[in-house]
């Protein structure tokens, strides 16, 4: 795989900057803080990226990453807009829990929960959403398969809640032979439609990027029924993984104060 240093993706740009500068700042300063460390960067992609990851953004319903329902706990919402032009760091405990959701025409908005006090049910014990279990899953790629690695394209695009045409995936990687594992992951019992969704992404990543080379899907979930059993019994290139959570704790012996 090639070396070559690249840019990262423009929204993780934007929370480096945020990040170095300190809450609160503003989109000017964001936007300077990237033109100077990585020179050539688009403005107005800066700009939508800002828009993208902003918590309380309006218009960020109109952008690929936030097109579905959902609550805002994924990599694209760790942004806050106190005022017009001005930023800092979101935080649910000072800014309150943020969603999109559906109004009653089926459209989508951004909204505050009006939920914030909802308990975690039995199917969501170990990870409280899709995106906590995928960011974890990501860094720690070795747990999915040995010798896998983020894909990442050749704008620096990584596998990662990946944009595709026909939808995003959840991870998207390389393994130790060069090719391609789509990984789409459910909290809770995977749902019967995660296999025409996981068979829609592997023959796009097969026309579109693979070039030849192979490539598999795995659907990860606390709880795989037998339905999706039934429906990839005859597929060689997709599989089903459960996932359990194991925590274990070590007694810590006390200081002794007299040494």
Known sequence: MSTTAVKPPVWKMVKEAVEALGSPTTNVMVRDWILKKYPGTNKSTIGCQTTICTVNQDSRIHYPENK??????????????????????????????????????GRLKVQKSTDESKPVTADEKGFAAEAHLRDFLAGNLDLIENGLELFTDDNGNAGVEYVIAIGRIDILAIDSDGNFLVVELKVGKGPDDVCGQIMRYVSWVKRHLAKGKKVRGIIIAKSISDKIRFALADLENIEAHEYNMNISLKAVPHIDTAT
């Open 68 to 105: 579905k329902p959902r609550k805002c706990d994924s990599q694209y919402d760790f942004l806050y807009r106190p005022s017009s032009g001005q930023l800092e760091t979101y935080d649910p405990a000072r800014h309150g829990l943020w969603e999109l959701v559906e109004d009653e025409n």
